[in-house]
């Protein structure tokens, strides 16, 4: 048995304000294609500023985006492959 070793590169940035923080996420695939995700959080103006808060929420969301977007790219390609549906367990 032969053993590839894979590596991916993600990227997650943030953009923050008093309110509201956006995760902006980025996978690089070994084939050279590019999948990218969004996530959100909002403050409550009744609660403190933690950034770093908002920062774990809204990334993730992001992640969590990307997770399931890198699922159906990936059952597509089984469907095209194989000419049949196939289901993730999700």
């Known amino acids: 048995m032969t053993q590839t070793t894979v ?9 923050e304000d008093t309110h509201r923080t956006r995760a902006a996420a980025l996978v ?6 590019e999948i990218r ?3 959100y959080a909002s403050r409550h103006p009744s609660d ?3 950034p770093r808060v908002g920062e774990e ?3 993730a969301r992001a992640l969590n985006e990307l997770a ?5 790219k990936a ?3 089984i469907d095209a492959e194989s000419g049949r549906t ?5």
């Open 7 to 15: 590596g991916w590169h993600i990227e997650l940035e943030f953009e």
């Open 28 to 33: 690089r695939l070994s084939d050279g294609s």
């Open 37 to 39: 995700a969004h996530g």
């Open 48 to 50: 403190s500023e933690q």
């Open 57 to 59: 929420i809204a990334g």
């Open 68 to 72: 399931m977007k890198l699922l159906t």
């Open 75 to 77: 059952h597509d390609e």
């Open 86 to 90: 196939s289901y993730p367990l999700v």
